[in-house]
């Protein structure tokens, strides 16, 4: 797609975000993500459920999260019951993600929930949340963006990319 209007990424502004916590407990996050999520290095899901509760997440029952996750913010995300979270999944949830029961994520799922604004010459941030029904399967390298509402038992494809709508 293109423009009539030049980019100027020096004038980009993202001041009006509000990440929902502030820096201290970011960073705290950010670690803790990288040694106990991202690593690997710790495979008992219990624990890490756990530790995204108590950085503000919705977890429910029966919660499997594999190695090598990455999560932007668990205090934007709520996990229903017997969910999976396959390796290298990437829920980068600038807004809020809700996987209701029974939902899979398998591996290299990407969830994107925040974009540009492509027709604006300082590339304003967008972010919109995503719902992914009772059921859904979200199937190897798909990618989900920010908007989108998987339905209930909705199959999308290994390396679909699903939008809003």
Known sequence: MTTDLPRNLA????????PGRGTIVRIVWYFLSLLIFESGWLPVSSLKCRLLRMFGATIGQGVVIKPHVRIKYPWKLVVGDHCWIGQEAWIDN?????LESDVCLSQGVYLCTGSHD???PTFELKTAPIVVKHGAWIAARAIVLGGAVVECGEVVGAGVVRRRG
């Open 94 to 98: 600038l807004d809020q993600v809700t």
């Open 11 to 18: 004038a980009y502004d993202n001041s009006s975000f509000n």
């Open 118 to 120: 492509h027709r604006s």
